[in-house]
């Protein structure tokens, strides 16, 4: 009788209490969540405050079905069936629902019938104690923090059920009453379940070294094997989260660090350059201008940082040197064997080591590693090349730019105005560029073209007649233009029997060209371009070059502007009023 007021009661209760559950011994805990959720009212209850292994049988003979507990590991759900089905003879079932491992008796009644949630707690496991506030001006009666315990002649199992309202509100009773929880709500009482905060399993306690050592561990009972259960809803990477943050921090302090201690050695490292060169300058000119030897540069020679800089120096200063001053150094620069630390820096794979061992020997006039220069011609690295490229010209005895002959990848126009401001500034002698005109590198005959023209080599004109009828266009048009300003009248006639085959860049040079070397054969082919063509632009250079052939050209435009075709009125006019040019 006494049971079934007490099922009667139950469904009265309007606030759903959140249930502590405990672990036993012979299993691992299961993950702490977090437990929100809005207080349930205080409510009284008639529950027993204890409950026998005989009156869990009788329950389990109702008509409805019970929910033992709900857990996120299996092993735990199944570690607590079988103490439970030991102790009170049961049957029970292992329900497998969204993230969590449903433990229910008579599972098969589930939504046809009600369900009661009841937690369980194992005689002599402790029961976290929980401590309420008060408001201003208001007294609440304690609350029992552990369950009453009966114990049966064999064993016995409590059941109770203490949520975060029964300890944070007053009640009637020191153990609150058990709701019974309707089919469609039984999904949702199984989720404030697993919200609840899980009791310490009873254990020996781990001391503060096997703490702070699970701290880098990721087994057995390692903080970060936790999971979490935020509103319902699992963040699995939270713990990820932390460790990322923490990882970071930590690669930001160390990368301050090794920033901080760079910045100090780089600052104590030009110091001393700058005092070593003070000092390396002064060694350097008594010794080219006075009788002192080579004996007071062996210490410096013996630290790496020291040569590097002694080194530096020697370039500086043999920038201004000549004759037997720059000789007397470059035996120097041998004697100490610092050509053989050019040397393996021109040998090394790494670019810029490269770039700073070609340097060094060119400035200092060894040629040891002029087969790593020619190498570097071709690399992939336009900065490597030009260094090389540089080097080779400064190395040379006789050409200096026979490094043409082995260039494969594009000649730059930066290294061209590059190794022209070379021959300039350095006074080299100027070799025949007509003999790069047949290479098959277009970019290299078309550096040839521009010294023919620069260096006014007229001699070169049998030659041109050649390369006019070159097939990159790019080559053929620069052609055009250098035979033009040279005034190779000879290539005229190679000019007009290409031009019907040439794009309309190359025309436009070519009726230029004729202008710049007037000749009064050439006549009747540019008539015959001003009739012909559509063009006007072709037009105007057509009349111009006519114009420029002087009296006989004036006459025959004066001819053509008495023609009934308008539009020669027009170009011609345009062309000989001389307010305009």
């Known amino acids: 009788m006494r049971l079934i007021l007490t099922i009667l009661l139950t469904f009265a ?33 008639s529950f027993p405050s204890e409950l026998t292994v005989d009156g869990l049988v009788s329950l389990a003979g109702g008509h409805y079905a019970i929910q033992m507990g709900a857990f996120s590991r299996r092993a735990n759900a199944e570690a607590f069936i079988s103490r439970v089905e030991k102790m009170a003879g049961l049957t029970l079932d292992l329900v497998e629902e969204g993230e969590f491992y449903k433990v229910f008796i008579n599972s098969s009644l589930r939504g046809s019938a009600p369900c009661i949630y009841i937690p369980v707690v194992f005689p002599g496991e402790p029961v976290g104690r929980s401590t309420h506030r008060e408001a201003p001006g208001t007294t609440l009666p304690e609350v ?24 944070t509100e007053p009640m009637s009773e020191s153990v609150p009453a058990t709701r019974i929880i309707p089919a469609e709500e039984t999904e949702a009482q199984a989720g404030i379940a697993a919200a609840s905060p899980a009791v310490e399993p009873s254990g020996p306690q781990l001391t503060k070294w096997q703490k702070f050592r699970n701290l880098f561990v ?16 699992s963040v699995a990477l939270v713990n990820a989260l932390f460790i990322t943050i923490i990882a970071s921090l930590a690669t930001m302090l160390i990368l301050l660090m090794v920033i901080l201690l760079n910045r100090r050695r780089m600052e104590r490292e030009a110091k001393l350059r700058q005092y070593l060169l003070e000092q390396y300058q002064s060694l350097i000119i008594d010794y080219l201008f006075s009788n002192s030897g080579h004996e007071s540069f062996r210490k410096i020679a013996s630290d790496d940082f020291r040569r590097q800089v002694l080194v ?33 820096r021109a040998r090394s794979r790494r670019w810029h080591k490269k770039i700073k061992g070609f340097r060094e020997l060119a400035f200092m006039g060894i040629r040891d590693g002029n087969q790593e220069m020619l190498k ?6 336009e900065i490597l090349r030009m260094e090389a490229q540089i080097a080779l010209v400064r190395l040379s005895e006789k050409d200096h730019f026979d490094f043409l002959s082995h260039l494969k990848r594009p000649f730059s126009l930066w290294e061209q105005i590059t190794l022209h401001d070379l021959i300039i500034q350095h006074d080299l002698p100027v070799p025949d560029f007509k003999k790069w005109l047949s290479l098959e590198n277009s970019t290299v005959v078309m550096f040839a073209l521009r010294m023919i023209r620069e260096f006014k080599q007229k001699e070169a004109e049998q030659e041109m007649k050649k390369i006019l009828l070159h097939r990159d266009p790019r080559v053929s048009k620069l052609a055009v233009e ?49 009739d012909k063509e559509d063009d006007v632009q072709l037009q105007i250079e057509a009349v111009k070059s006519i114009e420029n052939m002087g009296e006989v050209g004036v006459q025959a435009l004066v001819k053509v502007m008495k023609s009934e075709y308008k539009n020669y009125n027009i170009i011609v006019r345009h062309v000989l009023d001389r307010r305009i040019y």
């Open 13 to 45: 209760i309007q606030g759903a209490l959140l249930p502590v559950q405990s672990n036993t011994n012979n299993y691992i805990p299961d993950s702490v969540p977090t437990g929100s959720g809005k207080m349930a009212l205080p409510a009284p209850s």
């Open 144 to 167: 029992a923090d552990e369950p009453a315990v009966i114990q049966d002649t064999a064993s016995a199992v409590v059941v109770t059920e203490t949520s975060a309202a029964s300890l």
């Open 218 to 233: 990721f087994k057995g009972n390692s903080p970060w094997l936790n999971r979490y259960n935020y509103f319902g809803k």
């Open 312 to 344: 530096d120096q020697m370039i500086d200063v043999s920038v201004n040197l000549k004759g037997d001053s720059r000789e007397k150094l470059t035996k120097l620069y041998n004697e100490l064997k610092l050509d053989r630390d050019s040397l393996a």
């Open 376 to 381: 570097s011609l071709n690399s992939k690295n």
């Open 482 to 530: 250098v035979a033009g300003d040279l005034d190779m009248r000879s290539t005229l006639d190679t000019m007009k029997r290409m031009y019907k085959f040439q794009e309309y860049g190359n025309c436009l040079e070519i009726v230029r060209s004729m202008g710049k070397m007037p000749d009064t054969s050439m006549l009747g082919f540019l008539k015959l371009v001003l």
